[in-house]
């Protein structure tokens, strides 16, 4: 609501009788405490400690927003900004709807059917998709302990959703699509990491997995002969535990096995088949999609737009 609508609200509550205001009054905390949005973006502001622009700690209040949040002007830089500034949902519209929006995203509702839910427009369903997955993409493991699974999933490769083809589309059933390698790791703690590559080589695959090693754990992969060479080109200590297909074997020593990995892609990929082929660029959010959800199921409320408060 503008601020001048408010302003003639604020007013006329002057006019009212006492059992007017108690009825108000009710209605109002009511509304307050299914504002799951509005209550997770107030805690939020309790907790600016800095201009997000300069990091001064200098800053004074500095009216509302368009949107009714609190405006704040840093004293050094002179720029203004909100607690959603740098943020995801910064300048995202209708906050009515966020809620529902992130109910959705549990339901993994097609673009289609959430713009019919919500009556909002498909651009803006696909926008709001891909600004709440921002910050899941982003916050993937950078290191993983103990019993490592690491392994590549290969998906077809499509422009979806891209402006331009960079070539020619293909015949239908014509030719071999290219497909786009994966590497996805885990360790037995539920840290999950994932990097699209773009070609399935040695290099590409020791840039992804490399960082993510951390010294003195055991990293189990199949007998991919790159995953070899990268533990040999490590300088910290790994033991590598190779599954062979050829010995036939599942587990080594009864514990060391793919298996947690190669079930959580079978999930992925099977949750991925309502989406009929995803753009290459989007892929990333889509397995940040999943892991979120497989990771936070337990504590569902509000986390959607809670991780969409970190900066982007
Ligand atoms: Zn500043």
Redesign the pocket.
């Known amino acids: 609501m503008d601020s001048i609508t408010f302003k003639t609200i604020q007013d006329s509550i002057k006019n009212l009788s006492y059992v007017q205001l108690k009825r108000l009054k009710h209605q109002a905390d009511e509304q307050l405490a299914k504002d799951e949005v509005g209550q997770a973006v107030a805690e939020r502001e309790e907790t600016i400690s800095a ?1 997000p ?4 700690e200098s ?1 004074l209040r500095w009216g509302v927003t368009n949107q009714g949040k609190q405006r704040y002007r ?1 004293k ?4 203004t900004f909100s607690s959603l500034t740098g943020t995801a949902l910064y300048r995202m519209r209708k906050p009515e709807k966020w809620m529902e929006y992130t109910n959705c995203l549990w339901l993994s509702n097609s673009l289609r059917n959430i713009a019919n839910k919500l009556n909002i427009n498909l651009k803006t369903a696909f926008e709001w998709r891909h600004r709440l997955l921002k910050s899941p993409c982003n916050h993937k493991a950078t290191e993983l302990l103990g019993i490592i699974e690491a392994d590549e999933a290969f998906l077809p490769q499509s422009f979806k959703g891209s402006r331009q083809m960079p070539r020619e589309p293909r015949k239908r059933g014509g030719g071999n699509t290219p497909k786009v390698p994966i590497l996805l790791a885990l360790d037995r703690g539920g840290s999950i990491s994932h990097h699209v590559l773009e070609r399935n080589t040695t290099d590409e695959l020791g840039a992804a997995l490399k960082p993510l090693l951390s010294p003195d754990s055991v990293l189990c992969t199949d007998g991919n002969l790159s995953y070899k060479t990268i533990v040999k080109e490590l300088n910290i200590n790994i033991d590598h535990k190779r599954l062979v297909a050829l010995d036939n074997k599942r587990v080594i020593e009864g514990i060391y096995h793919i298996q947690t990995l190669n079930n959580f892609m079978m999930r992925w990929k099977s949750w991925m088949v309502r989406f009929k082929g995803v753009g290459t660029a989007y892929l990333e959010h889509y397995i940040a999609w999943f892991r979120f959800m497989e990771q936070k199921k337990a504590t569902k409320t509000c986390c959607w737009i809670q991780e969409a408060f970190y900066k982007v």
């Open positions: 201009c622009h300069c990091q001064s800053y840093c050094d830089c002179r720029k």
